[in-house]
């Protein structure tokens, strides 16, 4: 398949993928694209449901101001297709002559309904790689059960680690589920393609969000405590009862985190609530040691940090604690992240321009390579922005059939 230069010179510049997803997928295309890959999002002719999920430009309900999509779809481009007849399945059987890799996230069965399956697609691309992402997987007893993100946290055991250990718990934010089930996905679809590239031989890559999630919540090392001892861990909260200081704690503008982990942190930490409140009992040598050495006297250690910090704002905490060697992190807002001047200086902020909301920053690649081109070249695309391109220049219809086609809703 031929590629642009600008396209080849990119990590994922040689490949061609075609992604069906919703909101399950389309970070794993995201990922993909912005490495290069030439990404064809193939959505309804009324548009991928994702296109409809807030918030929106200027609270504009519109199919082109989705914040949500526009950064999920940035470096891709859009056709319009309807799987769904006939016409449709056998237009989406020439893309798939062309195309590497097809990643999708309909409902279990749906694609295999169309003759649209892994193995219907095979025959006609015997080198395809295809990608299902789905919450339980495309076998087994919970295949065909319904799901959003807070039910994948849920069936994946990560809310379990999440809120205060006498409280209920609770879900992440961001949809972390679908983030995490996505970053797998993709480095599956990239490792199935090394394959190809080495074998000539496609294959088929099955996703489990609830895999994938359960295989994120390692940090109380939860599946090997129960595994090994029958322990289900309890949440650990904002300050953990197991360990001191390891957790949030309030500053006079704000929240900071901190982890004094080294007997040297702590030694250095108690020194400084001494100069600043005066309180000699921290430096008692009883509370020396790791973080786990002080776990039996966290109750009135948490007094004393708790009178020290919040005499300081959060960046005082923060700026001074790193000159002495003190693990402390403040907890930025949104608009502290996006003014941060260590990632602007990277530029890992991207401006790009949008044919209907203008000018937008987003984040970038988060990813550093010597080399490869891996900078956002375009936004989101608009609903069936490259249907003339990808249906005429290179599948060979003309614009008359192109006509047709859309009066007979099958772009």
Request: proline share 4%; net charge negative; glycine share 8%.
């Amino acid at each position: 398949m031929a590629r642009s230069r600008a396209k080849t010179e990119t990590l994922l510049g040689c490949y061609r993928i075609l992604e069906i997803t919703d909101e399950q997928g389309e970070y794993c295309g995201k990922r993909l694209a912005d490495l290069g890959a030439d990404v064809i999002k193939i959505e309804n002719p009324q548009g991928s449901k994702t296109r409809f999920k807030g918030p929106f430009f200027h609270d504009q309900v519109d199919l082109e101001k989705s914040l949500n999509f526009l950064h999920y779809n940035t470096n891709k481009r859009s056709i319009t297709l309807n799987l769904e007849c006939r016409d449709g399945q056998e237009l989406f059987k020439k893309l798939v002559k062309r195309a590497d890799a097809v990643i999708e996230s309909m409902p279990v069965g749906y694609l295999a309904a169309l003759g649209l399956d892994y193995k219907s697609l095979s025959a006609v691309n015997p080198a395809l790689v295809m990608t299902s992402i789905s919450p339980f997987g495309q076998t087994g007893p919970h295949k065909n059960w319904e799901a959003t993100d807070i039910v994948n946290m849920a069936m994946g055991g990560f809310m379990q680690s999440c809120g205060e250990p006498d409280g209920m718990p609770l879900r992440g934010g961001c949809e972390q589920s679908l983030q995490i089930g996505s970053q797998c996905a993709a480095i599956g679809t990239a490792a199935a393609l090394y394959y190809k590239s080495m074998t000539g031989k496609g294959q088929y890559v099955d996703i489990s969000i609830q895999e994938c999630v359960l295989t994120y919540g390692h940090e109380q090392a939860t599946a090997q405590s129960w595994a090994f001892h029958q322990n289900n861990v309890v949440r650990a909260g904002a300050r953990t009862k197991w360990a001191f200081p390891y957790g949030l704690f309030p500053c006079k503008d704000g929240w900071a985190i901190i982890a004094t982990v080294q007997a040297s942190e702590w030694d250095q930490l108690s020194a400084w609530i001494h100069e600043v409140t005066g309180n000699a009992e921290v430096l008692d040598d009883v509370f020396k040691g790791t973080l786990f050495d002080r776990a039996p006297y966290v109750d009135i250690l948490t007094v004393y940090l708790l009178e020290f910090s919040q005499k300081l704002t959060k960046d005082e905490f923060f700026l001074e604690g790193q000159k002495r060697k003190i693990p402390i992190m403040p907890v930025h807002s949104i608009e502290e992240a996006m003014n941060c001047p260590q990632l602007t200086e990277w530029g890992f902020f991207k401006n790009v321009s949008h044919p209907v909301v203008g000018d937008l920053k987003d984040t970038g690649n988060p990813d550093r390579y010597a080399e490869g081109n891996l900078d956002v070249w375009k936004a989101a695309p608009l609903l069936g922005q490259h249907n003339e391109e990808v249906y005429c220049s290179e599948i060979g219809l003309c614009k008359d059939d192109l006509a047709v086609l859309r009066s007979n809703g099958v772009i």
